[in-house]
């Protein structure tokens, strides 16, 4: 069974950093692409973050709210996703998803989604 797990997150202050990791898990399963999307409330999710793995290395895409402040990186071998979060602010608090398309042998490329995990940022 697939199973995307995040950690991470929590409350800070304005200024301030976070990280959020997630790991992918399952029998022989290939991860592709990994993506960090946000919620906030009242609003639709919108990706942060995607990464993934190319000839020429890994590929990003960022959203313009967090270029210069917001890192992702992959550990290919343990099939995690890293977002580290700097300089946070205010509108950076929502809940954050895990977003991972991941193949199997019995289901082809299909797209999971973590349970999600809160971010707030306070003055």
């Known amino acids: 069974q697939v199973q995307l797990v995040e950690s991470g997150g929590g409350l800070a202050q304005a200024g301030e950093s976070a990280r959020l990791d997630c790991a992918a898990s399952?029998?022989?399963?290939?991860?592709?692409?990994m993506a960090w999307y946000r919620q906030a409330p009242g609003k639709q999710r919108e990706l942060v973050a995607s990464?993934?793995?190319?000839?020429?290395?890994?590929?990003?895409d960022m959203a313009d709210s967090a270029k210069g402040r917001f890192t992702i990186s992959r550990d290919y071998r343990k099939n995690t996703v890293t977002l580290q979060m700097n300089n946070l602010r205010i509108a950076d608090t929502g809940a954050y998803f895990c977003?991972?398309?991941?193949?199997?042998?019995?289901?082809?490329?299909?797209?999971?989604w973590g349970q999600g995990t809160q971010v707030t940022v306070s003055s």
């Open positions: 399952g029998d022989n399963i290939i991860v592709n692409r």
């Open positions: 977003n991972a398309n991941i193949w199997t042998r019995t289901t082809g490329s299909i797209e999971y």
């Open positions: 990464i993934h793995q190319t000839l020429n290395g890994d590929n990003i």
